[in-house]
């Protein structure tokens, strides 16, 4: 029996894929999940009260990555576009339901990654009761790090997290800071969705988030997983 080659009706879309260090492979993208207000200064920030708060989730589209160290184009219809640093979790595998005491079982590694956010928009968006995603899942608006597999870094509990522009530090903080943790964060999330390999989870924001224009260079790290750098444009 022969297998017939698939046709398309218009060409597929290349995969979304990450750098891994050090190896030439690459890591496919799934999906790109994100947790939002997981540390307590910057859910005061945004005008919550942490304590009274579970997780919540939005997503990102694949295609939004942008890796590799290429420039953030700065997005259209918007004049507020925000820096928000996070540690993202990539997962090489899934499941539904998933134990907390499990959850770590299935990372594959752990890059630096920024949730790149048209405030004005978003902020139109919340008084209106109306979804995010114009906010958040424009073109381009995930520059992540390359990832480094778990198996050489183990998995990130503490740390510094921080974020410089231009060489001045806007955003400071500590992994031990996350309200949810990582395996806390995969479990909730796997009562809401069936994760897959593949999958990213970027796991909130220290406080400080602020404003970037064209020119600006960003230039995030987390301690243990590395650096990301990436200028406005």
Same mark, same amino acid.
């Given at each position: 029996m022969t297998t017939q080659t698939p046709s398309f009706v218009i060409p597929p879309p290349a995969p979304v894929t990450l750098p891994v260090r050090g190896t030439s492979a690459r890591?496919?993208?799934?999906?790109?999940? !994100?947790?939002?207000?997981?540390? *307590? @200064?910057?859910?005061?920030?945004?005008?919550?009260?942490?304590?009274?708060?579970?997780?919540f989730f939005f997503q990102k589209n694949p295609g939004n990555m942008l890796s590799d160290g290429k420039d953030f184009p700065y997005p259209p219809q918007t004049g507020d576009v925000h820096h928000e640093i996070e540690l993202v979790v990539a997962l090489s595998g899934g499941g539904r339901d998933i134990a907390p005491g499990k959850a770590l079982d299935i990372v594959y590694g752990y890059a630096?990654?920024?949730?790149?956010?048209?405030r004005d928009i978003q902020a139109a968006m919340k008084k209106a009761a109306r979804p995010w995603e114009a906010a958040k899942a424009f073109e381009h608006s995930a520059? !992540?790090?390359?990832?480094?597999? *778990? @198996?050489?870094?183990g998995h990130p509990a503490q740390g510094a997290v921080w974020l410089k522009v231009n060489g001045e530090l806007r955003q400071e903080g500590d992994l031990n800071q996350m309200i949810w943790k990582t395996a806390e964060i995969i479990a909730e999330l796997s009562?809401?969705?069936e994760l897959a390999p593949g999958d990213l989870i970027m796991t909130g924001t220290p406080a400080g988030v602020g404003s970037v224009q064209r020119g600006d260079v960003m230039h995030a790290h987390v301690d243990g997983v590395g650096d990301l750098q990436t200028t406005v444009v």
């Open positions: 890591f496919p993208v799934h999906r790109v999940y !994100c947790v939002g207000r997981n540390y *307590a @200064a910057h859910a005061v920030e945004m005008g919550h009260d942490p304590d009274k708060e579970p997780p630096v990654g920024l949730d790149m956010t048209r520059p !992540c790090s390359e990832l480094v597999p *778990a @198996a050489d870094i009562k809401l969705f």
